[in-house]
């Protein structure tokens, strides 16, 4: 009973009745009709707490005063544009409120702190989020292919034999041609590199041999001889390196499956009719009119 009492879903379909409650409450279109403007003392220390944390201190009593006209204001002005009818056929307003439910709805919602069970299980359903990226340090020399024209190939050759004499991949800048990002890189990924020389540079650095001179290697600058210093392997990090990341998600995909579960709960209200020629007809839970 008590871990029945525990189920996330069953949390959701109290949350779903009792907003229900409250929408029905204040829904009233005899409300906007009302010309009373209550500000509660509710409504008071409301002013007080947000000028509190935006101005990190009290507001004196002008500054209340002030904060208790713009209310008053914001209310008049906002019945009034309800009255004329300026809330319909509004996208920005349609918006604004569609994410005032959702911010309602995640107020709410409690999510419960996951056990190290859970976060275990969640890791290792998803690793690829958690999956630290290969990575490569590397030295290369560089053939600029608009400098040298057809020549590039055979420089590219001969200056490669000339390397292999060298002990590792200690060069200096002016073995090849000057290269505007550097020489040198170090514990680079895969999407660090592809972005700095692209992806064909990439897929040909991934098939080199650590530890001598090799090349050349295509880019979209020209040529690289490319000397591999390091390469690691990716791996997914134990959860005691990782948690706080893994927490992090793990709460994030909890509230969107919730977020999820309210919106079906609410659209199961509707008959939605969208009337479209041409529109699929299996979309579920709509009829399409033509």
Do not use: C
């Amino acid at each position: 009973m008590k871990n029945w009492l525990k189920e996330p879903l069953l949390h959701f379909l109290l949350i779903g009745a009792a907003l229900f409650a409250l929408f029905y409450q204040v829904a009233d279109p005899e409300e906007v009709l009302d010309n009373r403007i209550i500000i509660s003392e509710t409504d008071i220390d409301r002013m007080i707490t947000l000028f509190e944390r935006k101005m990190q201190r009290l507001p004196t009593q002008q500054e209340l005063n002030g904060l208790v006209d713009a209310q008053i204001r914001e209310e008049i002005l906002y019945r009034e544009a309800l009255a004329m009818g300026l809330d319909q056929d509004d996208t920005i307003v349609r918006r604004r409120m569609a994410q005032k439910v959702e911010f309602m709805f995640n107020d709410l919602v409690d999510i419960s702190e996951p056990t190290e069970e859970e976060l275990q299980r969640f890791l290792t359903e998803n690793p690829d989020r958690f999956t630290e990226a290969a990575r490569t340090s590397f030295v290369h020399v560089y053939l600029n292919a608009d400098r040298r024209g057809q020549d590039v190939e055979a420089d590219a050759q001969q200056l490669l034999q000339g390397l292999g004499s060298e002990q590792g991949p200690a060069v200096s800048a002016d073995t090849g041609d000057p290269f505007m990002f550097g020489y040198e890189f170090e514990d680079q990924s895969d999407h660090q590199v592809s972005r700095m020389f692209g992806s064909e540079f990439v897929d040909s650095l991934n098939q080199l041999i650590p530890g001598r001179w090799q090349g050349p290697v295509v880019s979209g600058y020209g040529l690289h001889l490319v000397y591999i210093k390091q390469r690691s392997e990716s791996w997914l990090p134990p959860l005691a390196e990782i948690r706080d990341s893994v927490m992090y998600e793990f709460l994030a995909e909890r509230r969107q499956q919730a977020n999820q579960a309210f919106y079906e709960t609410l659209r199961e209200r509707y008959e939605v009719i969208v009337e479209q020629a041409g529109l699929q007809q299996n979309m579920a839970g709509i009829d399409s009119r033509q």
